[in-house]
């Protein structure tokens, strides 16, 4: 077996991991809810019973929810998935009140009041709204309210996803800073040799997602979701860069949640890797904050910024494309045109082209002025390039 593989049996104590988590995102998936995207009422209240059991375990609970779509559209045509983006667009209003009301009502039994969010790409993208929705979910979080979250696709028109609910969930659970995802599948977890009934392995930990798991993640979602293990390994990439544990877990299994915290070896867990981006205005960056131009820059430089967790300074600067101004997101890279940092920039396009290559101490004679040192400082930008 290769290397990628070696893990398969857990290596830490679970009881004790589960024991320290107190703030979770769940991400429900389609399946668990529906058939062929119309809601069941059996499966809606098995799984808000999960939601109750794990709401007992841990003190904030934040649920990403799909299905939108599929239970609107079948109420519409009953016929197969929605391919045209007004149809998505529609089946998404009428699937929205659908989901919250079984949500208000099921939860409602068990005494938790829920509330409703829905997030648009554009809404992650820019830095007010990125806080704003944030605060927003902390205070209902401290009043003890459980949010339900769902891609508004009534008004996203960007193939009305941010790619699908895995890679939303995971963003939310960067923007809440959870202890823990949890991704509650029709799948046990992450298996090697998936298509091999006879080698088939489930990996019960997985330290660092390589090539060669990724292309294991061969499968592809149903009719109605539109998430698969790829989806699945893409959330992970994001909480675990970000310090935060993923695990898949199947939400067909009865009591499952109280498997997991019980310490059982359940599904698959992706564990945090050691270049971790704690600081959530850096996850912002990292994630959501779209670049306006590139800055290349030399040798020097890269080894300064990626080695030395230096700021950008104006000397390692060799040229620069785009039309970015103050504070926009930049992207830097080397000479190869490989992007090593993301960051905010403290001098527009302008500017850096007239001072480029030249010393800090030059900066005030060149422009006239001197507002920073350094053109991206340091803790306004995130590294992408893997140390040496």
């Known amino acids: ?219 592809n979602g149903s009719l109605f979701s539109t998430g698969g293990m790829k989806t699945k390994l893409k959330a992970a990439k994001i909480t675990t860069h970000h310090g935060i544990p993923m695990l898949i877990i199947s939400g067909k299994k009865d009591n499952i949640i109280k498997i997991v915290f019980s310490g059982e070896d359940e599904g698959t867990l992706f564990l945090p890797t050691t270049d971790e981006i704690s600081q959530n205005r850096k996850r912002w960056i990292h994630l959501n904050a779209k670049a306006k131009g590139r800055i290349i820059i030399d040798d020097n430089a890269v080894i300064a910024i990626v080695e030395g967790n230096k700021s950008l300074l104006p000397k390692g600067i060799v040229s620069l494309s785009g039309d970015f101004h103050n504070y926009d997101t930049i992207e830097i890279a080397d000479s190869s045109d490989k992007i090593v940092a993301k960051g905010l920039t403290n001098y527009n396009w302008e500017e850096v082209s007239k001072i480029k290559g030249y010393h800090s101490s030059e900066i005030e004679s060149i422009l006239g002025y001197r507002y920073y040192d350094v053109v991206v400082h340091k803790d306004n930008m995130v590294i992408l390039h893997e140390k040496n």
């Open 1 to 219: 077996m290769i290397e990628a593989f070696k893990i398969i049996n857990c290596m830490i104590n679970r009881k004790e991991f589960f024991k320290k988590i107190n703030r979770v995102v769940l991400k429900i998936g389609t399946n668990l809810l529906t058939d062929n995207g119309e809601i069941q009422l059996t499966k809606f209240k098995k799984i808000v019973d999960e939601i109750v059991t794990l709401k007992s375990y841990v003190k904030d609970l934040v649920v990403v929810t799909s299905g939108a779509i599929g239970a609107g559209y079948t109420k519409i045509l009953k016929k197969e998935k929605p391919l045209t983006i007004p149809l998505k667009q529609a089946s998404a209003s009428i699937g929205q009140v659908i989901l919250m009301k079984y949500y208000m009502d099921f939860l409602g039994e068990k005494g938790f009041t829920v509330s409703q969010i829905l997030l648009t790409d554009n809404v992650l993208n820019d830095r007010v709204r990125y806080v704003n929705a944030r605060n927003t979910l902390n205070t209902l979080l401290q009043y003890n309210v459980i949010p339900i979250v769902n891609e508004n696709d009534t008004v996203a028109v960007d193939e009305i996803k941010f790619g699908e609910n895995d890679t939303l969930s995971a963003l939310v659970t960067s923007l809440v800073d959870a202890d823990l995802l949890i991704l509650l599948s029709d799948v046990d977890g992450f298996y090697l040799n998936y298509d091999d009934n006879e080698k088939r392995v489930l990996l019960t930990e997985i330290e660092k997602i390589t090539s060669e798991i990724e292309d294991e993640a061969k499968f």
